[in-house]
């Protein structure tokens, strides 16, 4: 089975300080993404990353920044936290597309950081 | 853009039928995914269409029409373990996933 594993389950942190959220999946897996999930909001696209080294922004990318300095893992980093950085973090690994097919593209994601900023 | 509709929340009693619609327009399609959610937990895939129709699998089944924009999940002899949010996320050529607003199922004895 597929393991994305989150480094915490649950952060506090203080405004302004750095934050790293690690993620680790096992499973060979080119692709790598980190959402934020707020309720009545959904799961936003935060970052991306389609192989080492490699980083694309997503949907709400400001105040974050990532890494990925090996394929198997992928970091999120909060500059300065900020109050308005409270959420649930999930991040997520696929297979690269190699074929037409979407199905083989679905997402396995790791059980979530709940950050709260003080 | 991808706007993607699902009822926000839905209550339904155990051992019913529930069918959670979910409407999306989207350039690209190639395919709609079904995720669920437990509380606190990560998302798990549910089921994938790509062509018009009923996939069953099991209790549960997933519909789409590609041209109608349009799929539901329809779940079977509900117990109480489904109590859980279900997220829809049509997926374009080429492009990411889009996440519905889910759609919190209660269901209650």
């Known amino acids: 089975d597929v393991k994305v594993t989150q480094s915490s389950r649950y952060l506090v942190k203080r405004t302004g300080e750095k934050v790293f959220l690690e993620c680790v999946q096992d499973m060979d897996h080119e692709n790598m993404f980190w959402y934020r999930q707020d309720p009545g909001l959904g799961l936003r696209l935060i970052y991306f990353s389609y192989d080492v080294k490699m980083k694309e922004k997503g949907d709400i990318p400001e105040g974050y920044s990532v890494s990925r300095e090996k394929k198997e893992r992928f970091s999120l980093i909060l500059e300065s936290a900020s109050t308005n950085q409270t959420s649930m973090y999930l991040c997520a690994s696929s297979p690269a597309g190699r074929t037409s097919e979407a199905a083989n593209e679905k997402l396995f994601f790791g059980s979530g950081t709940q950050l709260s900023v003080l | 853009g991808q706007n993607i509709d699902q009822p926000t929340e839905m209550t339904a009693t155990e051992g019913a039928i529930v069918q959670i619609n979910c409407t999306y327009q989207t350039s690209g399609f190639n395919g709609l995914f079904w995720y669920q959610q437990h509380a606190g937990e990560a998302p798990t895939f549910l089921s994938y269409?790509?062509?018009?129709g009923l996939e069953e699998k099991g209790r549960f089944s997933s519909f789409l029409s590609r041209s109608k924009g349009y799929s539901y999940l329809l779940l079977k002899e509900l117990q109480m373990k489904d109590s859980a949010s279900y997220l829809c996320a049509p997926k374009s050529y080429g492009q990411n996933f889009v996440f519905g607003p889910g759609t919190r199922l209660s269901v209650l004895p």
């Open positions: 269409n790509v062509l018009d």
